[in-house]
């Protein structure tokens, strides 16, 4: 069974730094597949924010994000990361990893990512 568990969430001013991990667990397809980090603030829809295709060699952005995220892997570890730098009081959100078995979904479609982990939470002061 395909488990991801994130950890890094937490509190930074606006303009602060936060990273983000997911420990990939029993995916046979981690070095090959799509894997991405994703948002939802209360109230909103669950958004993407990057993804990373064929173990690093491709990586995808959100506009709102282009800059200052920076996604990536260990593959010896089979961990995605998100560095998140000059962080805004609208990146705060709870922060989920995701991952299918095939190439990135059109548009990075919720729908089309079959595993996800619990979350991590990330909140930013002004």
């Known amino acids: 069974q395909v488990r991801l568990a994130e950890s890094g969430g937490g509190s930074a001013q606006a303009g602060g730094s936060l990273r983000l991990s997911c420990v990939v667990s029993d995916f046979p397809y981690y070095t090959s597949a799509c894997m991405g980090w994703f948002r939802q603030a209360p109230g909103k829809e669950r958004e993407a924010v990057a993804a990373i295709y064929g173990g690093g060699g491709s990586t995808y952005y959100s506009d709102s994000v282009k800059g200052r995220f920076t996604i990536s892997q260990d593959n010896s570890k089979r961990t995605l990361f998100l560095q998140m730098n000059s962080l805004t009081p609208e990146d705060a959100a709870m922060y989920y990893c995701?991952?299918?078995?095939?190439?990135?979904?059109?548009?990075?479609?919720?729908?089309?990512?079959?595993?996800w982990g619990r979350g991590t939470q990330v909140t930013v002061s002004s």
């Open positions: 995701a991952a299918t078995d095939t190439w990135c979904p059109a548009s990075l479609r919720t729908a089309g990512f079959a595993y």
